[in-house]
Structures are given as C-alpha cells and as structure tokens.
C-alpha cells in the first residue's frame, strides 16, 4: 500500500476515533475531534518517550516504521489521546482557569450539559491506582475506552484470547465501578 493511502485510512480511523471521543465532551468544548487527532499525531511523532515509545533523544520516526504493527500504533494513540483529554480537563479545573467557580449563562435556553471533566479525571486517576495493581488489565480498558476498540480487537493487540480479555474487562469494569462509586 503506497504510504499516503495509509497514512489517509489510518487518518480516517483517527478520526473518528477522536470524534466518538469528543461525543461524551461537554457540549461547546473548545477541542475539535480533528484538533485531538493532531495533538496525538504530533505528541507520537514528536516524543516518542512521552508516550512510552523508545528513546525521545531521537529523531521522530516515521509512522510505518515507528510501531510494529497497527494495534501497537492504536494503542499509543488511545494513551496519547487520553493524556490530551485528561490535560484538557486540569486545565479546565485549574485556579487560573476559574477553578471550582460554576459559570452562569446569560439565557437559560443556553445552559451545556454539565462538564465531564470531573468524571474523565477521576477515571483517570482511578485508572492510573489499577494499572498499578493490574497492568494489562488497565491497558484492555485503555483500548475499549479510548482506543474504541471491539473486544476482540483489544484482545488482539495485548495479545490474549478473547475469552480472557472479556474476563478482565469484567473485572476491569467492577474495579473502576467501585473506585468510582467510592469517591
């Protein structure tokens, strides 16, 4: 396959990746699916260590060459995306930023949908305390959430049998519930 029809499905792919991310957003977000798609495109290519991929020192490598194969490329594409979604939210939460102010609109058939961002950062960090305890466990949720990846697919790429990957997604899921319930 010549590299600019890959690089143009994998685009496509990215990208509405990113668009069913952006879905669960807060309505009048101010990140784009298209923006997402090439914030994790440059933080790839630019730091691969940043994402956990080889050696930052180096020049970026090339897409096809950078990644043994499409799940690994997916894969750090769901991290880069999460981390860009997760600083986008502690940007939102942050003092400078109006902190915890609620913000009033002028016209009541105005009002957003209330922000997400409380609840991505606390899947986050509740993600982050499981990936500690269950590496690949934390990384099927990584897929299925925010790679968008089938069941299948996700076992694919950590190299499991799907019965296995639809056993610690269950469990995944209980863990998270509780984490989250908790707080």
């Known amino acids: 396959m010549r590299d600019d029809v890959w690089r143009d499905t994998i685009y496509r792919e990215l990208r509405a990746l990113a668009a069913a991310?952006?879905?669960?957003?807060?309505?009048?977000?101010t990140l784009s699916p298209t923006a997402l798609v090439?914030?994790?495109?440059?933080?790839?290519?630019?730091?691969?260590?940043?994402?956990?991929?080889?050696?930052?020192?180096?020049?970026?490598?090339?897409?096809?060459?950078?990644?043994?194969?499409?799940?690994?490329?997916?894969?750090?594409?769901?991290?880069?995306?999460?981390?860009?979604?997760?600083?986008?939210?502690?940007?939102?939460r942050a003092q400078k930023r109006g902190g915890g102010r609620d913000r009033a609109d002028l016209a009541p058939e105005q009002l957003a949908a209330p922000e997400r961002s409380e609840d991505l950062l606390a899947l986050d960090e509740a993600l982050q305390r499981f990936a500690e305890l269950e590496p690949r466990k934390a990384k099927l949720v990584e897929l299925r959430y925010f790679a968008g990846l089938t069941l299948e697919q996700a076992a694919d790429a950590l190299g499991i049998s799907p019965a296995t990957a639809d056993r610690d997604w269950a469990f995944a899921r209980a863990w998270l519930f509780r984490e989250l319930d908790n707080r």
């Not at 991310?21 to 977000?29: D, H, I, L, R, T």
């Not at 991929?53 to 594409?77: C, I, M, N, T, V």
């Open 21 to 29: 991310k952006m879905a669960a957003e807060a309505p009048g977000a």
């Open 38 to 92: 090439h914030e994790a495109y440059l933080r790839l290519m630019s730091n691969p260590a940043r994402e956990g991929r080889g050696d930052a020192s180096k020049s970026p490598p090339p897409l096809r060459a950078g990644f043994a194969d499409r799940a690994e490329f997916f894969a750090a594409a769901a991290t880069a995306m999460r981390r860009i979604l997760v600083d986008r939210a502690r940007q939102r």
